[in-house]
């Protein structure tokens, strides 16, 4: 199959090369034609690298996330699904087409930032004791399942999943596309578990950006873990040779949390009350006591029970989360409030030493937890980047299919 541009012709210059594009936008999907050069390389995220990407990656805007349960019964299935995944993700976060049998909403998009990031969940290395794809003995020590944590309620229609994948762009129809092509790929082989769909980023990996507000109007990410500090990255997201297994290493953990906000009590509450629930000012974003959002500050000095002060690194024997949520409005409830919240993303090296921990203490001390409930959780185990040529599974299942 030839590498077929989704946007290249539209993007070309000249009436007749325009002309052109419409006439053999039929080529295009059949897989006749080349992209022309000009295909907007800045709107690519590079696919391949020592890392997913989509982790360390500046936040794009927009959302897809989908768990997976897998239908088919042998490792080799299996493999042959993620091989097919793979050659589509290159595709499409290239900005290319995802095969000749493209669903087409896509089409006259750029690749918008795409990234596409896979993680293995506990349920496919074992589930009910069986070991379905020899993989019971390559489960990390590290994807050992969340407990329960008080104050949750977590719904098993919105949790768990054997394969995640988290597609992000900063064209919401881009995500979706991205999505519904593995779901298509993977027609009878897997089923959707649960989705989420979220908009408005609600962390900056780049503090050269403004920082985004979440849905309770605080600028969100403001400490987070800059997509360029390596050291930082190292120390606290990506999984070390010494930590094992091998297959991880170069991967990360991520811990996803379904967070309903109480939009309805948070909006009754003041300001001050506000503040002093999250321990910085709403407008500039600045610890309580100082005036700008970058202030140096202690968190001893925040309420006892403010939600920076219980996060704050110096509160957790300096352990760090590489956050990257998501703002959710899902409609309204059956009883007329807004089905809204925080679509919670961390990307870490432990989560039994780094997520776990944290939300104990949340759970238990944070006075935020009277506005929000956590509704929704998963954990998954995402493998190193891809090479060219390789897929998602091969350090995990081998090379082949
Ligand atoms: C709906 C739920 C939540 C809301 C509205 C929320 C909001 C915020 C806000 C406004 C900040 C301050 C700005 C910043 O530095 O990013 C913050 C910081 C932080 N939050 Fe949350 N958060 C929520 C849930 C969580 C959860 C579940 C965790 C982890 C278990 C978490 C961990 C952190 C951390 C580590 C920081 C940085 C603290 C620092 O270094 O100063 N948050 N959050």
């Known amino acids: 199959m030839g590498r077929l541009s989704r946007r290249g012709l539209l993007t070309a210059s000249g009436a007749g090369v325009v002309a052109g594009a419409a006439a053999t936008a039929g080529a295009f999907l059949l897989g006749e034609a080349e992209p022309p050069a000009s295909a907007a390389p800045a709107q690519v995220v590079d696919f391949h690298g020592p890392h997913q990407a989509g982790i ?7 959302l897809h996330f989908a768990a997976f349960d897998v239908a088919v019964g ?15 993700a290159e595709s499409m976060t290239a900005g290319r087409v995802s ?8 089409l006259d998009l750029p690749a918008s930032r795409l990234t596409m990031t896979v993680g293995f969940g506990p349920t496919l290395f074992e589930r009910a004791g069986e070991d ?17 944590f008080p104050g949750e309620k977590l719904d098993p229609a919105r949790g768990g999943g054997d394969i995640a994948v988290q597609a992000c762009a900063d ?13 298509r790929i993977g ?3 897997v089923s959707m578990r649960w989705s989420q769909l979220g908009y408005g980023k ?4 780049t503090p050269a950006q403004l920082t985004p507000r979440n849905l309770m109007g605080f600028k969100d990410g403001t400490d987070n873990i800059p997509h360029d500090d390596h050291t930082a990255l190292d120390q606290h997201v990506w999984v070390g040779a010494a930590d094992g297994p091998a297959w991880m290493t170069g991967g990360s953990y991520l811990v996803a949390r379904r967070i309903r906000m109480h939009l309805e009590a948070w909006d009754q509450a003041s300001r001050e009350d506000q503040e002093a629930t999250i321990g910085r000012t709403k407008t500039e974003g600045a610890p309580l006591g100082g005036k700008g959002e970058r202030d140096r500050f202690s968190p001893a000095a925040l309420p006892a029970d403010s939600h920076v002060r219980l996060a704050h690194p110096l509160s957790n024997g300096g352990v760090r989360l590489l956050r990257r949520g998501y703002s959710f409005v899902d409609g309204s409830d059956t009883q007329g409030r807004i ?5 919670f993303l961390a990307y870490q090296r432990d989560p039994r030493r780094q997520y776990v921990p944290v939300q104990r203490r949340l759970a238990t001390d944070d006075r935020l937890s009277t506005y929000i409930r956590h509704v929704g959780s998963g954990l998954w185990a995402c493998p190193p980047g891809v090479s060219p040529g390789g897929h998602w599974g091969d350090t995990l299942l081998g090379e082949k299919a």
């Open 56 to 62: 360390a990656t500046p936040v794009q805007d927009r």
């Open 74 to 88: 042998t490792r080799e299935e299996l493999i042959a699904l993620l091989v097919s995944w793979t050659r589509a």
């Open 99 to 106: 095969a000749a049998d493209d669903s087409g909403e896509a």
């Open 132 to 148: 379905r794809f020899g993989l019971a003995a390559s489960r990390p020590p590290a994807l050992a399942d969340l407990p329960p």
């Open 171 to 183: 064209d919401p129809q881009v995500a979706v596309h991205a999505i519904r092509t593995l779901a």
């Open 187 to 189: 027609l009878g082989r």
């Open 202 to 205: 609600t962390s900056s990996t």
């Open 339 to 343: 089905d809204a919240g925080l679509f």
